[in-house]
């Protein structure tokens, strides 16, 4: 499937059982028993250096509580991430027009609400429970005409107006030419940590669609994501160490009242094609913290692809729901459409069986 152009590649069969009894302990299991399916999955021949993942997991420590449909663990070209709104989007859409029980058991267990026509499922990702809401026309299909939303995990801010300095030889043309060599940013959890910067304090005074290169960004969050990632004090999540990394760096611009652009750079640079759910969960959790968005207020939120296609409704929009001691409960909602069906081979005489990706060491 796609979101607003970034890829979500389900995995429905074939994925070996994930030794553990939490979520977390299976993705464990993921990244050091079987991580060169992932990288089959997601790498060159078989994907790109682009691709995005979910894989299905049956049976969680929240699906055994029955607080949970089914777990997920997002993948991409460096390994396995937290929380995933556009990936999320895409699996509401799947798991309520699946009806094979084998993909998803509990399918028949979902319930429609009659005077919405969304039906409700609850996800586990590894962040927590994500709550989908899924439109459904009347002949039990998701509806692809109308977006789907989910209320993300508590979101929160751990820095505000945070100053960087910028090493001599790590600045970048742009922030030179402003004669500054520090950078103020802020770093927010929407399920995962980003740092968001906006690109005019990056020294792009034009925004993103002024003569911003995407070497030049890639330059620019590559080296702030070198910078801030060993201060782990700025990532700490309260209760799972294994959440506790800096994920992205998102380049953000805003664009009217309540309307914002961005680009993010996640896992090992790559660029989220949609708006970035997550992030959005985090933008606006920070919106509230510094008072720019109050309970019920809802703000656009666009990619440089979602810009490209000038009608509304190709983005994302975010929705500060419910303020708890956690954080703020964020709504995010957007569509996703298939793209196709696919499966995967490796001869045992493949001399690339772990696929590549140009540019890095296989
Ligand atoms: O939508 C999302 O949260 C993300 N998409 C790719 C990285 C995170």
Excluded at 7 to 30: D, F, Q
Excluded at 92 to 98: A, C, E, I, K, N
Excluded at 344 to 360: R, T
Aim: proline content about 5%; glycine content about 10%; some cysteine.
């Amino acid at each position: 499937m796609h979101t607003s152009g970034e890829p979500t590649r389900i995995v429905v069969n074939g994925y070996p059982e994930l030794e553990g009894g939490t979520l977390l302990e299976k993705r464990r299991c993921a990244r050091d028993k079987w991580d060169e399916i992932r990288m089959r999955l997601m790498r060159e021949p078989r994907g790109h250096a682009e691709m995005y993942g979910a894989i299905l997991v049956q049976e969680t420590e929240l699906t055994r509580s029955g607080e949970a449909d089914i777990g997920v663990l997002f993948c991409h070209n460096e390994g396995y991430s937290t929380m995933c709104g556009h990936a999320s989007i895409g699996l509401g859409r799947f798991l309520v027009d699946t009806h094979d029980l084998n993909v998803f058991p509990r399918r028949n267990g979902l319930v429609q609400d009659p005077s919405t026509g969304f039906v409700t499922l609850r996800l586990h990702a590894p962040c927590g429970i994500v709550q989908l809401s899924v439109p459904v026309k009347p002949d039990g299909h998701s509806d692809p005409t109308r977006p789907v939303s989910f209320l993300g995990v508590p979101s929160f801010a751990t820095a505000r107006n945070l100053v960087v300095e910028i090493p001599a030889d790590k600045l970048w043309p742009s922030l030179k030419a402003t004669g500054r060599s520090t950078v103020t940013l802020d770093v927010a959890y929407g399920g995962a940590f980003y740092a968001l910067v906006s690109a005019s304090e990056l020294g792009f005074p034009y925004g993103l669609r002024g003569a911003t290169t995407v070497t030049e960004l890639d330059h620019a969050t590559a080296t702030l994501k070198a910078l801030l990632s060993p201060r782990t004090e700025l990532f700490v999540h309260p209760t799972e160490a294994d959440l506790t990394f800096l994920y992205g760096v998102i380049v953000t611009e805003v664009t009217a009242q309540q309307r914002e652009t961005g680009i993010c750079f996640f896992a090992d640079q790559q660029i989220d094609r949609s708006p970035c759910g997550s992030g959005v969960m985090a933008r606006v959790a920070l919106g509230v913290a510094q008072g720019r968005l109050r309970l019920g207020d809802t703000c656009e939120y666009d990619s440089v692809v979602s810009l490209l296609h000038g009608e509304s409704g190709y983005g994302f929009r975010g929705t500060a729901v419910e303020e708890r001691e956690e954080g703020v409960i964020v709504k995010v909602d957007g569509r996703a459409f298939y793209t196709g069906a696919s499966s995967f081979v490796v001869e045992e005489h493949d001399a690339l069986p772990n696929g590549f990706i140009v540019g890095l060491p296989a």
